[in-house]
Structures are given as structure tokens and as C-alpha cells.
């Protein structure tokens, strides 16, 4: 799964060099970012003047907080194949306007023309990025309850349940939409109930990654256990 989808994003960034990426955090993502981060030592791929956006952040951490995904972002990927800070747009889960920051946000993305590239992953409850159940399909950079379930499942990196966020900031489902090219990844097998409806139940809010359904180009990658409801 992280190699098919690193071999795309190697190939793209090859073609253009401009690329604009929008990643996600998470631990679906890792094995990925640790191959880009290979081809890049390899002298394979030069992400120099690659743009960079990360998709979602927890309202109170500041990006260098370990479990920011500021954080995340810079140490599995962007400081380790150097993207420059120019280039390298995180969400401020400290601004002290949220609503100005999630605005700015989306200025921004338009203003590199949109996200050529998009790497998601899947929560358990069907969200991408942060847009939990009941996201409407056009939502745009916004703060987000986040759900008992998203907390729960990140629990684990805060020692404590009590101590997760309670809210976030996230890109939108439309924001989501408008990327040109779209990979989703999943693995394992608690995440294949959530791959089945995703990708076979009818569109609905109740589960916000089925409006990838309606993408023009989507790839999906996944590995056999998540793959084993389909
Ligand atoms: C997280 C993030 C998403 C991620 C998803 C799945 O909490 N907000 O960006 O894709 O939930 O996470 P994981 O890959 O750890 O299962």
C-alpha cells in the first residue's frame, strides 16, 4: 500500500515539481511517508519547490507539541526531504481567531490553484481529515467536535482519553473534493467495515468519505484485510 502510493506521488512530483500535496496524518500514512523519505535520500525525487498543506489539527496544541500534527507533518515528511517553510502551510490549532485562521486557510490553497495531490486516510467512523459524520459535502476549512470515537482511537498517543483535543480544525469535504487526484489509503482489518461503505453504501452524510465516491479520479489503495469486506 505506502510503496503503490509512494510510486505515484515520486512519479508526480517528477513531473511537475511545483506539486501542491495536501497529507494526512495518522498512523496509515507512515510507511509512505518513510518511502519518500527513502527516494529521497536516494537522490530519486526532489521536493524542493514541492507546496505542501496538512489537511487537520487539534484546537489548543501548538505545532511544535509532539502530538501536533504540525508536529507530524514536519518530522515524518517535510523537514526530512526539505520542503521550505515557504512552501509548508500548517493549520494553527492556536490561532486566537479560528475562524480568520480556517478562512486564511482556504485563501491559501486557492491561491496555489488547488491541491494537486491529496493523500488520505480513513477513520473508523468514515472521516477524512476531521470531517466527522453528518459533514456537509461542501463544508470548507472549519473547526469540528471531534466524535468519542476519533478520540478514542487517538487516546493512545495522549496516555489519556481525557487528554485528546475536543476539537479540531480541519479542511473541508468540499475542500476535499476540489483536490485534482485523490489516493485513500486503509490497512487492516478494522478498517474494512468503513472501506465497504465507503465505497459501496449509497452517498451519505453519515459516513463523509462516501462523497469520494463521486470524485473524478480517485484511487483507492489498500491492503487485503482492509480490502476483506469488499
Ligand atoms: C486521524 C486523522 C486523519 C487520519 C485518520 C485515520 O485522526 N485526523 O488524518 O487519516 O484519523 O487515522 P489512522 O491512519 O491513524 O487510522
Not at 521536493?47 to 505542501?52: E, G, L, Q, S, T
Not at 481567531?97 to 491529496?118: H, M, P
Amino acid at each position: 500500500m505506502s510503496a503503490k502510493a509512494a510510486k505515484i506521488v515520486i512519479r508526480e512530483v517528477n513531473k511537475n515539481q511545483r506539486l501542491v500535496l495536501g497529507l494526512a496524518s495518522g498512523r496509515t500514512p507512515l510507511g509512505f511517508y518513510q518511502r519518500l523519505r527513502l527516494a529521497h535520500k536516494q537522490g530519486k525525487v526532489s521536493f524542493n519547490n514541492v507546496i505542501v498543506f496538512n489537511l487537520d489539527e487539534y484546537i489548543g496544541l501548538g505545532k511544535d507539541y509532539k502530538n501536533s500534527y504540525g508536529y507530524y507533518l514536519r518530522h515524518q515528511f517535510a523537514d526530512k526531504v526539505g520542503i521550505k517553510d515557504s512552501n509548508l502551510y500548517l493549520l494553527n490549532g492556536r490561532a486566537k481567531d479560528l475562524k480568520k485562521e480556517c478562512q486564511n486557510y482556504e485563501a491559501k490553497i486557492r491561491k496555489q490553484n488547488g491541491i494537486d495531490w491529496l493523500i488520505l486516510g480513513i477513520g473508523k467512523n468514515g472521516h477524512i481529515a476531521f470531517n466527522e459524520p453528518g459533514s456537509s459535502f461542501r463544508s470548507i476549512t472549519r473547526v469540528i467536535n471531534l466524535t468519542y470515537s476519533s478520540r478514542l482511537a487517538n487516546a493512545p498517543y495522549f496516555n489519556s482519553l481525557a487528554k485528546v483535543p475536543k476539537r479540531a480544525i480541519t479542511v473541508g469535504l468540499g475542500t476535499i473534493m476540489r483536490a485534482k487526484n485523490i489516493i485513500l489509503m486503509a490497512a487492516g482489518k478494522n478498517k474494512a467495515e468503513i472501506i465497504a461503505q465507503t465505497l459501496k453504501s449509497e452517498k451519505n452524510r453519515a459516513v463523509p468519505a462516501s462523497a469520494l465516491q463521486e470524485h473524478k479520479n480517485l484511487i483507492v489503495i489498500l491492503d487485503k484485510l482492509a480490502a476483506s469486506c469488499l
